[in-house]
């Protein structure tokens, strides 16, 4: 069967708590990501580390209730961490970072990971696709460079079938946003 690639550039989703501290205003929606009620706000934060840091990091609406921010391995190196690779909302032992707006820093504990390329569905296409949630799938790039990527079902209601990968994946096999490839199950 074959998908289309979202390519997933660094990003972070703060509680309301934290979005507040550093903004002290309404979050405003840039423009709709393609899973529906969730956007890229019009905000930016650092991230910083004893080791480096990297500006203009979007900050993704609505707020949530805990605070995730999704780096790709490059990023890490100029960070100087070493976050695990995992689903949303696993956090556990993740690395921490200091997020910078407007002259003010949090420190964000256990927030920081790099993101396990994803499939998103809703329920009735998952049904009918004969996928559960949490289901491993092998996404096969046929392009210039070929291999494999292993990705994970994540079936939400609010579920728009695409598939997830980060800029170093995307990178490695020549792919842009809106490139085919084949998911096998």
Known sequence: MKIKVSISNRHVHLTKEVYDKLFNK???????????NEYASTD?????????????????????????????????????INPPVRKSGDLTNSESVYVLANGKEELLLNCCILAQAHLHLNPIEAKSLNLVDNQMIDVVIDKERKGIIKAFVKVKDNGVRDLH?????????LLK??????IRF
């Open 165 to 173: 990968i980060d800029r170093d994946e995307a990178n490695a096999f």
């Open 26 to 36: 309404e979050m405003v929606k840039d423009f709709d990501i393609s899973q529906n």
């Open 44 to 80: 930016y934060v650092t991230l910083k580390t004893s080791s480096g840091e990297i500006p203009h990091v979007r900050v993704m609406g609505p707020c949530r209730l805990y605070n995730q921010v999704e780096i790709s391995a490059s990023d890490a190196y100029v960070l100087g």
């Open 177 to 182: 946003n809106g490139d085919e490839v084949e």
